[in-house]
Structure formats: C-alpha cells, structure tokens
C-alpha cells in the first residue's frame, strides 16, 4: 500500500514532557435532551498530533466547534494555548487554525487571493502576508497555480489550499475536521504527506478528527476513540493494538456450515475471540494465525464446510474500535441535526 513508505509518527513519549496546548476537562453539549458529548476530558501536549477517531455523528466535529469558539460549551472546560475559549475566545482564536470538513475557499478567487483575504481578516502586515503565503504555496505544492481560479483545482487541490489558508496567520494549534473526505486515496496520502512536512517546518500542534483508520494509525501520536458522544479510550496507537486480545485477525466467508459451526471454532486454542459479521462472515482474533487457519481449513474439509474466502492480518485501529465498542467504525451518517438549531456563525 502507498501509506506503507510514509515515515511512521514518533513515539508519544517525546512530547510527554511537553507543555499542554490543548486541555478539555469534562467537556458536554446538549441540545435539549439530547446530549453529543458527553463529559469528554483530555489534553494534547505542544507538538502532538492528536487524533480523534470515531464514525460519524459520534460527536468529534462537535467537539472541535467548542473548542475553537464556534459553538457554546453546555458544561466543562477547555483551553486552548492557556486561553479558556468561553472567557478569552478572542485570544484563543488568534492562536489557532481551523479547517472544516466542508471546503470553503472562494471558487471565483484565485487561490493567492484567497489566501491574501484571510490573511488581512487576521491583521496580518503586508510583509509577513506576501511571505507566509509565498512559503505556504510552496509547502503545499501550489506554487504554479497561484493565479488561478480556485474553481480550476482538483479536489485534493482545493483541500491543500484550504490547509495552507488556514495557516496563513502562523497559528500554533492547528485544528483539522475530517481532513480528506471525499478525497480518491493517491489524494489523501498526498495529504498526509503534506501535513506531516508542514507540521515540522512550523512546529505545530495538531487536532484531526476522522472516521478513516489508516489516517489515524499514520498520523497520530495519540488517539482518542469516540462513540455516542463518550470517550471510550485514549492512547498511542500501538498501545491501543496491543489492548486487543490476539495478534492476529483472520477473516473468512464460510458456506454449508453445520450448527454448531461458530461454537467449534470459538474452541480451537488459539482464538481469542469471534465476531460474526453476516452472510457466513467471521472476524477471528486469535493469538496464532498460522495456525488457527490451519486448524480451521482442516475442520472445514472434515466437516463438508466450504472456506469462500480467508485473509489474515495483524491487529489494527478497526479491531480497538470493535473491542472497545463492540461493533465495526462504519462510514455511516448518523445525524442528530433534529436536535440541533439553526445558527449564525
């Protein structure tokens, strides 16, 4: 896979040491009864990317419009770089950079001027503007394009001006919301790749929620899994791995099974756990895959069941969400917008 030949993010014992950029103390949104977050606490340290992994409607875009003074905070704290954003957001908004998972770049304004008008929005001197925008363009790889329109680029276009626009003012925290959907996948590694450059040439903190697991495993230092508006854990990625019972996961279609099928392969010595997933389907996590598909190959052929298809693989991000939650990160809509007014930001 492409993703393979990025460099692996450090160890998050690096910025362990760090000062806090970011801290969130029991933070909750309700709207009427209905409650999308649900008393969240954590803290991102200076120089981290922080990831917030869950499957739509689970609460993370709500989360970061808190954060970044765009929505109301129910109950709960949060600072952002030593700013509380409900008693000092001005202070707090001068600090940060917000890409939202919706594109919002000027389609008839060239990509330059798209740039300059965001530029002057935050004050920014002539001077600095013309430079920042100069090392940004070449960051991001939209040097060339400068004069043209906006409506001209690609969508992985679009999305690295957005990125470079939102750093025009030389934030320190740098808030991204599902940085690459809708994106093809030679697209969103471009993406990752960018990020990764312009969070060191910068020296940034980063937040980034997404739903996608490889995006998490490849660019966060620590992740916070988020489901129904609860944090249900937060740790490295590794760490997160290495939580989930097996080594190994082997997936495989049967057909023709006998009725205690399920059950006889729950027995075999290796296996820690089993989950159906429909349709002759089962996701096994099991401490050897070597040999628990040798074992399941061979009680197949002897008990007339047909192994369809079978894969095996190490744990991954999409294996934590299921121990954690007990079902798979789906890229589904889950929309709450009945509970939620109309606003004017």
């Not at 739903?211 to 992740?223: P, S």
Request: a negative charge; one cysteine or more.
């Amino acid at each position: 896979m492409i993703e393979e030949f990025l460099p692996a993010p450090p160890d998050a014992s690096v910025y362990a040491k760090a000062p806090l950029a970011i801290d969130v103390v029991n933070i909750t949104k309700r709207y009427g009864e209905f409650t999308a977050v649900d008393g969240i606490s954590f803290d991102v340290h200076e120089g981290e990317i922080f990831g917030l992994l869950g499957p739509n409607g689970a609460g993370k875009s709500t989360l970061i419009r808190m954060m970044t003074t765009l929505l109301a905070i129910t109950g709960g704290t949060a600072r952002v770089a030593g700013h509380d954003v409900q008693r000092d957001p001005d202070a707090a908004r001068r600090a940060i950079g917000v890409i939202p998972q919706a594109l919002t770049s000027d389609l008839d304004l060239t990509v330059e001027e798209n740039m300059s008008i965001y530029a002057k929005l935050y004050g920014v001197g002539a001077k600095q503007r013309k430079e920042s925008i100069d090392e940004l363009l070449e960051l991001v790889d939209l040097t060339k394009w400068r004069e043209a329109q906006t409506k001209t680029l690609s969508g992985g276009m679009r999305r690295r001006l957005e990125i470079a626009r939102g750093l025009v003012h030389r934030p320190s925290i740098f808030f991204l919301d599902e940085p690459t959907t809708g994106l093809d996948p030679v697209s969103r590694v471009a993406v990752w790749e960018m990020l990764m450059k312009i969070k060191d040439t910068r020296k940034l903190t980063v937040l980034i929620t997404t739903h996608y697991m490889d995006e998490a495993d490849r660019l966060c230092d620590r992740i916070a899994i988020v489901d129904h508006g609860k944090l249900v854990a937060l740790d490295t990625p590794r760490a997160l791995k290495a939580n989930v019972p097996g080594e190994n996961v082997i997936e495989v279609q049967f057909t023709d099974m006998t009725p205690q099928w399920e059950q006889r392969i729950r027995t075999l010595e290796s296996v820690a756990s089993v989950q159906p997933e429909g349709a002759g389907m089962y996701r096994i996590m099991t401490h050897d895959g070597s040999l628990t598909t040798t074992q399941i190959v061979a009680m197949a052929i002897h008990d007339g069941v047909k192994v369809k298809s079978l894969s095996v693989q190490s744990t991954t991000l999409d294996d934590v969400f299921v121990h954690y939650t007990g079902r798979q990160l789906r890229d589904e809509v889950q929309s709450a917008a009945k509970y939620i007014p109309a606003m004017r930001l």
